[in-house]
């Protein structure tokens, strides 16, 4: 079993910025990567940016230039630095956590933090 515990978030302005922290526990050797993914009222969850053990990342292309996803695996901790935020970037964020073995999708989840955009 992984753990996964958010922190961050919160209220941001147009133009501005967020942090979002995420810990992981438990069983974390059978993490190969992780991300953090989104979801909006009234709409599906979406992959905002994930990263490999070796560091390798990916972003939405709506995020691209503006958040940066990063992992300290010493503390196996994944960030993201999101700037330039935008109304559109309201939404809960969640944390996940992939699996070394089997089918490359998040396995684990976090509890959600809610960032909030104001224009």
């Known amino acids: 079993q992984v753990q996964l515990v958010e922190s961050g978030g919160g209220l941001g302005q147009a133009g501005g910025s967020l942090r979002l922290s995420c810990a992981a526990s438990?069983?974390?050797?059978?993490?190969?990567?992780m991300g953090w993914y989104r979801q909006a009222p009234g709409k599906q969850r979406e992959m905002v940016a994930t990263?490999?053990?070796?560091?390798?990342?990916n972003y939405a292309d709506s995020v691209k230039g503006r958040f940066t996803i990063s992992r300290d695996n010493a503390k196996n901790t994944v960030y993201l630095q999101m700037n330039s935020l935008k109304p559109e970037d309201t939404a809960v964020y969640y944390c996940?956590?992939?699996?070394?073995?089997?089918?490359?999708?998040?396995?684990?989840w976090g509890q959600g933090t809610q960032v909030t955009v104001s224009s």
């Open positions: 996940a956590a992939i699996p070394l073995l089997g089918i490359k999708v998040p396995n684990y």
């Open positions: 438990g069983s974390v050797f059978s993490i190969d990567a």
């Open positions: 990263i490999t053990r070796y560091g390798r990342t």
